[in-house]
């Protein structure tokens, strides 16, 4: 009865058929080793990596307040103008570090097509090359890294600060056009809204000095007050005339002369009803309210057309700050530095993994032959048919 072979026959007797052929063994794992060891050691020139990790720019300046400055009505402009938020501010550094622009003067700079041995005819094909060992990246912290792997660390060091200095400057460049646009285009809307500031002050004068309204509240309130003095004294006469008739009649000196004032009060109150008095500040009641109406719908509009126009000045103001200066956006928490140390080759993982992977082909190959060699004792078909197998190669051989 023929029982399955376990785990640790199986592995003893694969241990065994090695141990048979040790020099093949032996042969088939050292050799390999010995090469990769040879060549990580002398022939394959080890890669450095250097560094840098820089903050974003900030998003608290005077560009990105003007939003909220403008208010709901007039904030589309920002985006029109080209003004760019915190976050995008980050984008456009981050497209900065990934230009062909700035990876040319790198190029140009530190003579990198003689650096690598760059044979090709495509300027495009060592861009490729560069960006091979170039790389861009946010950290946990959402800070900026870029990092650079060559073969000499002096050199990947050089190209990290260059780049750092560079893109800062670009940055700059970037950030003052935008100024420059949004302040050209602020300075034409103030001119603008002079020539309508102007123009509504005009038509406001205009329209006080032809209806006789300068001040609605006091001259309403002292027409008001105008009015009710004419009809209380016109009442008092009304009743020294009633007493008088009564006392001396209709023919006495005194009820003419009340008689007299009691007419003067009623045509001075029908003249200030009809609006004859405007020359001296009295309004007529019936076309008060539209002239009202009128009087503040101007006065607001001026109000604000003087609210823009100072909101432009003061933002025009900003925008030439912000034109004018040159600060370093890109604050720099990790410089880079020159790091000696390898990144590759990985000498322990690369002769790890050629000891294991030849040992196992060797492995393959000292059971195959102990297989065949056991074949062959017993007749097998398998065995013929390895004969001839290698027999062909023997008949090559001679």
Request: proline share 3%; hydrophobic share 40%.
């Amino acid at each position: 009865m023929n029982e399955n072979p376990g785990l640790i026959e199986s592995f003893l007797h694969i241990l065994n058929n090695n141990l048979k052929h040790f020099k093949l063994f032996c042969f088939i794992v050292l050799l390999p080793t010995v090469f990769a060891f040879v060549s990580v050691m002398w022939l394959i020139k080890p890669t450095y990596s250097a560094s840098a990790v820089v903050t974003p720019p900030a998003s608290s300046s005077n560009l990105n307040s003007l939003n909220g400055l403008l208010g709901s009505g007039v904030s589309s402009y920002v985006s029109l103008l080209g003004l760019s938020s915190g976050a995008d501010d980050a984008d456009a550094i981050w497209t900065i570090f990934n230009s062909w622009e700035l990876h040319d003067m790198v190029l140009s700079k530190f003579d990198l097509a003689k650096h690598y041995k760059f044979k090709g005819h495509f300027h495009a094909d060592l861009l490729k090359e560069f960006r091979q060992y170039f790389s861009i990246d946010f950290t946990k912290e959402n800070m900026i890294e870029i990092s650079i792997e060559d073969e000499n660390y002096e050199l990947a060091s050089e190209m990290v600060s260059f780049m750092l200095a560079r893109a800062d400057s670009m940055y700059n460049v970037f950030k003052t056009s935008q100024a420059r646009q949004a302040r050209e285009y602020f300075e034409k809307r103030i001119q603008l809204c002079l020539g309508t500031l102007d123009s509504l002050e005009r038509a406001f004068v205009d329209f006080q000095v032809k209806n006789n309204f300068y001040d609605p509240s006091f001259q309403m309130e002292s027409t008001i007050k105008y009015l009710g003095d004419l009809q209380a004294e016109q009442e008092a006469v009304s009743v020294e005339m009633n007493y008088e008739k009564l006392n001396r009649g209709v023919d006495s000196k005194r009820y003419d002369e009340l008689r007299k004032r009691h007419s003067s009060l009623e045509s001075s109150l029908s003249q200030t009803l009809n609006g004859k008095r405007q020359s001296l500040g009295i309004v007529a009641l019936k076309k008060s309210p539209g002239l009202g109406a009128e009087y503040l719908r101007k006065e607001s509009e001026i109000k604000v057309q003087e609210a823009l126009y100072k909101l432009l000045r003061q933002q025009s103001e900003q925008l030439q700050l912000e034109e004018a200066k040159q600060l370093k956006n890109l604050h720099i928490l990790e410089a880079p530095w020159p790091n000696d140390k390898k990144i590759s080759p990985r000498r322990g993982v690369i002769l790890m993994f050629t000891v294991l992977v030849f040992s196992l082909i060797a492995t393959v190959i000292c059971n195959m032959l102990e297989f065949m060699a056991d074949a062959s004792k017993r007749g097998a078909p398998v065995a013929r048919e390895w004969a001839s197998f290698v027999k062909f190669f023997r008949r090559k051989k001679v």
